[in-house]
């Protein structure tokens, strides 16, 4: 088991349809009402960091900074875990004019044109050793270095289903926060923990609020 304290306090936020879905696939999805929208940037403006994966950022384009941006005493990091520096040279996110970037791709990409051209955009680039012919990084090492060089105690990740789907199977998260939206996309859509997972994961429930306005069950678990 990964030592808690080697790594940050990870809050994962979700929204999902009752049917466990994330997103129609392959589609920007808007599945929250304004005030999930306030929920997830109170959320946004109490961490150091903010991760996502490399398909959210393609399928997406997110800017990832809290709203509103006055009365933040820090922007956010905002932290791309990429092992095949997949995402669009224009994406959103590698405008380090807004806040600070970090992709975190596989060392096979050092010194690739692509690499340079997003450093030259002064993303900042970690490179972790690859576990496999996939290029696949081990978030225990990549959520080290965001603790350790980055000082990251706060980090709150925000899907999507691949990335989330490790970090839960892996138990590298304390705070699991799902809002579920009374909608329902069905079989073409992303699942919520898109893995699949040896045994069952236990999880505490803490607290349950009914947002009777826009409809939307807010569920706060806490790993085991
Ligand atoms: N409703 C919500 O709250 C919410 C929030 C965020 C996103 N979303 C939706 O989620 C969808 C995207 O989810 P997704 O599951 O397809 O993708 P994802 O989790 O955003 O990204 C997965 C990709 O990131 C890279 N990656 C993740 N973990 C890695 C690791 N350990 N090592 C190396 N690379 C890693 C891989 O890229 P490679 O395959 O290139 O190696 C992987 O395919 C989008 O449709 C988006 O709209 C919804």
Known sequence: MYMKTLRPYVIIFVTQTIDGRISIRGKRTLLSSERDLARMHYLRRNVDAIMIGARTVIVDDPILIPRPLNNVAKTPIRVVIDG????????????????????????????????????????????IEPIDDENHLDLCKVLEVLKDKYKVSRLLVQGGGRLIGELVERKLFDEMIISITPKIIGKNGVPVIDREIQGIIDLNLSSVQIDHVSGEVVLVYRAI
């Open 84 to 127: 095949r520096l997949s995402i669009p040279l224009d994406a959103k996110i590698l405008d380090a004019r807004v806040s600070t970037t970090i992709v975190f791709t596989s060392t096979r990409n050092k010194n690739t044109a692509k690499a340079r051209e997003i450093a030259a955009r002064n993303v900042l680039l970690e490179y």
